[in-house]
Nanobody, 126 residues
């Protein structure tokens, strides 16, 4: 599975961005889709995870209520809509997938995912 993340950029605090994750030749319907981020000097951090067929999405407490995951089946693309961005949201954002369903205790673990996109930079200025 090849994943392509895009849509990052520079935005002021309080603004919005939408990052995308596209899968070449694959449908997301059978995959758990994760979003992670990594800021300079920090470990990769869980952002969200969506169960196969988009049955449920989990969010990190730090982004809950501000970030939303959605999808466009026709484009094989998943979106992470980020609103009310804060400087602490600055990071490289990665999408990742696991073929199948992950149990709830696993969805937040980066090592549980099989394929990763290359990451897209999101910078939020204060």
């Amino acid at each position: 599975v090849q994943l392509q993340a895009s849509g990052g950029g520079l935005v002021q605090a309080g603004g919005s961005l939408r990052v995308s994750c596209s899968a070449s030749g694959q449908s997301f319907s059978s995959y758990t889709i994760g979003w992670f981020r990594q800021a300079p000097g920090k470990e990769r951090e869980f952002v969200s995870a969506t169960r196969p067929s988009f049955s449920i999405t989990y969010y990190a407490d730090s982004v809950k209520g501000r970030f939303t995951v959605s999808r466009d089946n026709a484009k094989n693309t998943v979106y992470l809509q980020m609103n009310n961005l804060k400087p602490e949201d600055t990071a490289v954002y990665y999408c990742a997938v696991h073929n199948g369903r992950l149990i709830q205790s696993e969805v937040r673990r980066a090592g549980a995912y099989d394929y990763w996109g290359q990451g897209t930079q999101v910078t939020v200025s204060s």
